[in-house]
């Protein structure tokens, strides 16, 4: 079945410094869906990106989705303390139906 | 107020014991779907339901039912619990499929001895 590889698995950063997670999926992707989890929280939905070669920002968020729709990554610019939590892509599986998340990066980030 | 309901938040219980962790949603939705999150396994998906009477699995259903019996519900039944489904579980729900923003309820933590 479809697989959705994500790294890195955690990342400690200096507050103010920027932060990537890479995501990899093993087959073409319709979409891809971001969402954030905070400590004791639940996802939270972030972006959609659809198109290939897609770049979407959100003040110090910049998400891209590849030319070959099978990559993605979020970067953080100038981390703050409110960004820590654990970052997950995830894409459709078998169709509509099925949503794969990619195993999430967890971030740190240090006052 | 839009939301995603599931109870109880936290569960202790003993291998064989049957359980049900319910789900709510209040958006209309078609579209539910459990997961469970261990660490390092991230979210898998372990059954979904794309609307009233319609049910499929997931990547990881083994051990556990679901039923749908209207939309706004869809309970997930443990029928004899073992300690390898202790874990972290999340219902969500979106208007049609995957496609689309999924909502997650706050999860339920669940401890099987």
């Known amino acids: 079945g479809q697989q959705v590889m994500q790294i890195p698995q955690y990342q400690h950063v200096q507050e103010g410094e920027d932060f990537t997670t890479y995501c990899n999926s093993s087959?073409?992707?319709?979409?891809i869906q971001w969402y954030k989890q905070r400590p004791g929280g639940h996802p939270v939905f972030l972006i959609q990106l659809v198109k290939s070669g897609e770049v979407k920002k959100q003040k110090r968020l910049t998400f891209q989705f590849g030319e070959a729709k099978k990559n993605s990554s979020l970067h953080i610019t100038a981390t703050q303390t409110t960004d820590v939590g654990t970052y997950f892509c995830a894409g459709p599986g078998g169709g509509s139906y099925q949503l794969t998340f990619g195993k999430g990066t967890k971030l740190s980030v240090i006052p | 107020e839009a939301q995603v309901t599931q109870n109880p938040r936290y569960l202790i219980t003993v291998t064989g014991k049957k359980l049900t962790v319910t789900c709510s949603q209040n958006?209309?939705?078609?579209?539910m779907s459990w997961y469970r999150q261990d660490p390092g396994l991230g979210l898998r998906q372990i059954y979904y339901?794309?609307?009233?009477?319609?049910?499929d699995k997931g990547d990881v259903p083994e051990g556990y039912k679901v039923s749908r019996k209207e939309k706004r519900n869809f309970p997930l039944i443990l029928e004899s619990p073992s300690p390898n489904q202790t874990s972290l579980y999340f219902c969500?729900?979106?208007?049609?499929?995957?496609?689309?923003?999924?909502?997650f309820g706050p999860g339920t933590r669940l401890l099987v001895l």
């Open positions: 969500a729900s979106s208007p049609r499929t995957v496609q689309e923003t999924q909502y």
């Open positions: 087959t073409t992707l319709s979409n």
């Open positions: 339901s794309m609307n009233v009477e319609v049910t």
């Open positions: 958006m209309n939705h078609e579209y």
